[in-house]
């Protein structure tokens, strides 16, 4: 035997195990990671369920209860040519339903009274709140312009002939609704028409009212 070969090196020792432990490592990983996979999905499935249901921003629900006359002072004034003066004050019994899960912030509610086209009256509500998923009454007392209802040249016909008047309200009540990370601003328009009975000093309940909703 040559000197070469008797001063070579051995080849170091192989460990018979390590390539199952390199195969048991390697699916520990993958269990790992769809162990993450399926909690990530599971969690991106419930967010959107509840984005979807819970957490759905819903439109309120503006109702017009009733309008009530709480003034009505007429005067006819026949000569030299027949006048009518009406000042009178209308109460609007109105209630906002709040189905979402968070409150519905209002902002300032602009209620306008048209008689025959023409504007004789508006008002305006402050600031308010509506809890989640309840119920909030809202009173509004408008006062009518007697200078802007006297000028209408149908006035007289309708209070010393018809005997009634048809007046039309328009609400419009605007807020924002705020859950988690979404905010959605709301704006609900009203509109009713109503017939003021001059004799009876009231108006009738039939009234007819419209509700839209922008969300």
């Given at each position: 035997?040559?000197?070469?070969?008797?001063?070579?090196?051995?080849?170091?020792?192989?460990?018979?195990?390590?390539?199952?432990?390199?195969s048991k490592r390697h699916q520990r990983r993958i269990?790992?990671?769809?162990?993450?996979?399926?909690?990530?999905?599971?969690?991106?499935?419930?967010?959107?369920i509840l984005a979807f249901t819970v957490f759905k921003?819903?439109?309120?629900?503006?109702?017009?209860?009733?309008?009530?006359?709480?003034?009505?002072?007429?005067?006819?004034d026949p000569t030299p040519i027949p006048r009518v003066?009406?000042?009178?004050?209308?109460?609007?019994?109105?209630?906002?339903?709040?189905?979402?899960?968070?409150?519905?912030?209002?902002?300032?509610?602009?209620?306008?009274?048209?008689?025959?086209?023409?504007?004789?009256?508006?008002?305006?509500?402050?600031?308010?709140?509506?809890?989640?998923?309840?119920?909030?009454?809202?009173?509004?007392?408008?006062?009518?312009?007697?200078?802007?209802?006297?000028?209408?040249?149908?006035?007289?016909?309708?209070?010393?002939?018809?005997?009634?008047?048809?007046?039309?309200?328009?609400?419009?009540?605007?807020?924002?609704?705020?859950?988690?990370?979404?905010?959605?601003?709301?704006?609900?328009?009203?509109?009713?028409?109503?017939?003021?009975?001059?004799?009876?000093?009231?108006?009738?309940?039939?009234?007819?009212?419209?509700?839209?909703?922008?969300?």
């Open positions: 035997m040559s000197d070469t070969d008797q001063e070579r090196p051995l080849a170091p020792a192989r460990d018979i195990n390590e390539p199952a432990h390199k269990k790992l990671c769809l162990c993450i996979t399926v909690i990530f999905l599971l969690l991106v499935i419930v967010i959107l921003v819903k439109e309120p629900k503006v109702t017009t209860n009733g309008i009530t006359l709480k003034n009505l002072d007429l005067t006819l003066n009406l000042n009178m004050s209308m109460l609007i019994d109105m209630s906002i339903k709040n189905p979402n899960a968070a409150s519905f912030k209002l902002g300032n509610t602009t209620t306008i009274i048209y008689y025959r086209g023409a504007t004789v009256a508006e008002a305006r509500t402050p600031p308010g709140l509506v809890k989640a998923r309840r119920t909030s009454g809202m009173n509004v007392t408008v006062d009518i312009m007697a200078d802007r209802l006297a000028s209408s040249p149908d006035l007289v016909a309708d209070v010393m002939v018809r005997g009634k008047k048809i007046m039309d309200t328009y609400s419009v009540i605007s807020g924002r609704v705020k859950i988690l990370f979404v905010k959605k601003h709301v704006e609900v328009r009203m509109n009713c028409t109503v017939t003021v009975d001059i004799s009876s000093r009231a108006i009738y309940q039939d009234m007819s009212c419209k509700r839209k909703v922008k969300l």
